[in-house]
């Protein structure tokens, strides 16, 4: 990276004050990173659900951003001297409680989505507390919303009789009680299923707000059972720390004469947390029909649903990756240079140290 370039641009947004502690966790933040967006190293992420059109899967320090919004025309709307960019990443591991619900994150959690600098960006309706850098400016892949988030179930380590509060005298129960019992196995095993229920806002420093539903997945109930929803959603607002022996790792491009100004940055031991949002009822549950009033006041007593502020949490863990241009003009074509370039390229790291991130943080328009 050049240092001089950087220092000599004239910073649009200033936004930040700290400590070099604090500062730690800046470089990740100021992406805005959601909830789910903590990667995990290229080798342990979930399949991408979309390749990204317009160019060929990226190697080299590229690698994870296969499903980048690159050739959207709004990524070329960014401000002279401001950034584009694409961020991928992957919960390596966690815990969601939502009511009684204890979900360990064992499966592998891919998020991608791309950032652009909106000129004369403002605060408004969601985006009320945090920088104005990128209000408005997260876009989600070329499939939109839905595949920002890319995962597998994880299993509720309770049954599905567990659940329901077994046995029960409304019939509709007991006949789901009945097989799920004389099945065993998948048929009283339930899975959920976290799924974007909206667009991130409210980006800020180091919180994001960011909507949730989480699908329950069990052969005896509806194809449509959901914690929360598009219209109902959880709502998350994680605050974002750099745990033990986490660490930021730049990446500069390997030919920095083509693509100036252009990185990966990636942070390992990052942990994202939140205790204090509240949960839904489930909805939808049931074979239709009054049995799914039933079927779902059955699980919201026996999950404890709907649940308020305080009784629910969710603690994600993992790294992150960012892959940044920050120039003058045609900076996502610039990235889109790099990443076709990149198959052929070996990626070169070098460790920031503290006093090295205070420059990153100069460059990046940070104080």
Partial sequence: ????????????????????????????????????????????????????????????????????????????????????GCVDGAVASGSITIGNIVTPVVRPVDVQFGIWDPPNATFGGDNTGGTDQFAGGILPPPAGVPAMVSTKPDLIPESLTTALGCPSTARAVQNICTEAVNFGGKYNEVFALAQSA????????????????????????????????VNNPIVVNPQLAIGPGGQLNEFPDPNPTKHPNTDVLQITDAVA??????????????????????????????????????????????????????????????????FKESVHTPATARRLSITSLRSLIGHYGLR
């Fill in 1 to 84: 990276m050049n240092t001089s370039k950087w220092q000599a641009r004239r910073v649009r947004h200033p936004f930040l004050t700290g400590s070099a502690t604090s500062a730690a966790a800046v470089a990740l933040i100021v992406i805005g990173l959601p909830a789910a967006a903590l990667a995990t190293r290229a080798t342990s992420h979930a399949s991408p659900a979309h390749i990204g059109p317009g160019y060929p899967p990226p190697g080299g320090i590229y690698t994870p951003f296969t499903d980048c919004p690159l050739l959207n025309p709004i990524m070329q709307e960014s401000a002279s001297g401001d950034a584009t």
């Fill in 198 to 229: 909206g667009q991130l806002t409210n980006f800020g420093l180091f919180n994001w707000t960011q909507r949730l539903m989480f699908k329950l997945i069990n052969p005896l109930l509806s194809n449509n059972c959901f914690i929360g929803s």
């Fill in 273 to 338: 947390t939140d205790t204090v949002f509240s949960a839904p009822g489930v909805t939808g549950c049931g074979p239709g029909g009054a049995a799914n009033i039933a079927i779902d006041s059955a699980l919201d007593a026996g999950t404890g649903l709907p649940a308020a502020s305080g009784v629910n949490s969710l603690t994600l863990n993992g790294t992150f990756s960012l892959a940044i241009s920050f120039n003058t003009a045609n900076q996502d074509k610039i990235l889109i240079s790099a």
